[in-house]
């Protein structure tokens, strides 16, 4: 637990920032939670006024403020809709932390979090393991997808179609690389991150594909950690800065033009909370800010530095792919023209579906603790991709994947889902 000192100062500075909301309610209009239950205490405006007082909240209702903290899906559509400039999901971060730094981290999550995500060996080796006794557990009920659901019911699984662990993760595919930049002239670190690795490594693969077609240099390190955004959005905030470090001793003197990710939530991550939330050794303060500086999207990179257009580039008219935004490019990075130009870059014959823009539902552990309401989310995803007409839905986001996966593999629609990087990969010799 935090100390006194330590938890009133962020009770100072949480009021501090709650102050810039005018309570005009905008954030009603986009809000994909309070869509689906029309509470105000599901948008934005109502959890800003239950923080206001916070430290007194805590002693009067500390379960109500924590339920209303944690049914979010931080997906950051109120704060690029927020016509004051208010900061959300820095507050409810902040939020989060204090509630975690006043009552603890529970037992289940000081296990998974400091027990195994800091310790990057022990998580290698437990998914290892349990790639390998998944089949006992699980049957497969969708082969385009790769989608499986458990045998028995179980909680957390409950009747979801999920995908399965990969048999042989990314890190086994490809250990780690230091290869210098060809005639593209650049040289990227590459950070898979954790879904990659362990669920899509042919992700990561078609990503690698593309660095030595482009004659692009690549460090890959061995050992990396997860980005921390799980710890984070539990208010754990000793774990994320304990990530962070470990991230940062393997990347800080390497030499490289770009931090390259295939993952939206590790992209906004790393860039954007990694410089402005660390709040440990003031000697890695300048490393975390350079690497925040040169970390890229994949399609980012891929459009933007490498110059890819797509422009005379012929669609293959017998596959029609639609494209869904990550609310972490879309509403933290501004990032949505770079996807879309890959798409046709890659020879695809690209429509927009309704609603690209909006959240699939996921919410990383919001999935987990309200699966009823992530799942009335990602199904109006569903119906705008299979309203589309196409055979193929690309994305940016490994976690993205994992729910459109789940809401399509129920339909039996024989709609493909893939990352961008894949469907580029897959055009190139």
């Not at 900061?87 to 037992?107: E, V």
């Not at 393997?250 to 990694?274: G, H, M, Q």
């Not at 933007?304 to 879309?330: F, N, R």
């Amino acid at each position: 637990m935090a100390d006194l000192q330590q938890l009133a100062l962020m009770f100072k500075n949480l009021d501090d920032q709650l102050v810039n909301c005018m309570r005009c309610g905008m954030c009603q209009a986009v809000c994909p939670l309070f869509r689906e239950t029309g509470r105000e205490t599901d948008v934005t405006r109502g959890k800003l006024a239950l923080l206001e007082g916070l430290a007194a909240e805590i002693l009067q209702d500390s379960q109500g403020i924590d339920t209303a903290l944690n049914r979010c899906l931080l997906c950051g559509t109120c704060q690029a809709n927020c016509p004051s400039g208010v900061q959300i999901i820095d507050i409810f971060l902040a939020a989060r932390a204090i509630l975690t730094g006043y009552f603890g981290l529970s037992p289940v999550k000081k296990a998974i979090f400091r027990g195994m995500l800091a310790n990057p060996r022990l998580f290698n080796a437990l998914t290892s393991m349990g790639s390998k006794f998944q089949g006992i557990f699980t049957k497969k009920v969708d082969d385009l997808l790769g989608s499986s659901c458990a045998r028995f019911n179980a909680p957390v699984v409950a009747d979801r179609h999920f995908n399965a662990l990969a048999t042989r993760p990314f890190r086994k595919i490809v250990p780690r690389l230091d290869t210098p930049a060809g005639a593209s002239g650049l040289r990227v670190a590459f950070f898979p991150g954790c879904v990659v690795d362990k669920m899509f490594p042919q992700i990561g693969e078609a990503a690698v594909k593309i660095f030595r077609n482009k004659e692009v240099g690549v460090f890959l390190p061995a050992g990396q950690a997860c980005c921390g955004i799980p710890v984070l959005t539990s208010g754990d905030r000793q774990t994320f800065n304990t990530l962070i470090e470990m991230n940062v001793e393997l990347f800080r003197n390497a030499a490289f033009d770009y931090l390259v990710t295939p993952c939206a939530s590790c992209t906004a991550t790393i860039k954007e909370l990694w410089p402005h939330l660390y709040s440990g050794s003031r000697d890695i303060a300048g490393d975390i800010a350079r690497l925040g500086e040169r970390t890229r999207d994949i399609t980012e990179f891929m459009v933007d530095s490498l110059g890819l257009d797509g422009l005379g580039v012929t669609p293959a008219k017998e596959d029609v792919i639609t494209y869904h935004d990550p609310c972490h490019l879309k509403n933290s990075l501004g990032i949505t023209r770079q996807p879309r130009t890959l798409i046709r870059a890659a020879g695809g014959n690209f429509v927009e579906m309704n609603e690209a823009g909006t959240c699939c539902g996921c919410g990383g552990s919001f999935n987990v603790a309200h699966y009823e309401l992530s799942k009335k989310i990602g199904n109006r995803k569903a119906d705008n991709i299979v309203a589309s007409g196409a055979e193929t839905v690309a994305t940016s986001c490994p976690a993205c994947m994992m729910q459109m996966t789940d809401m399509l593999s129920r339909r039996d629609k024989g709609i493909r889902v893939r990352h961008v990087v894949e469907l580029y990969a897959d055009s190139i010799d």
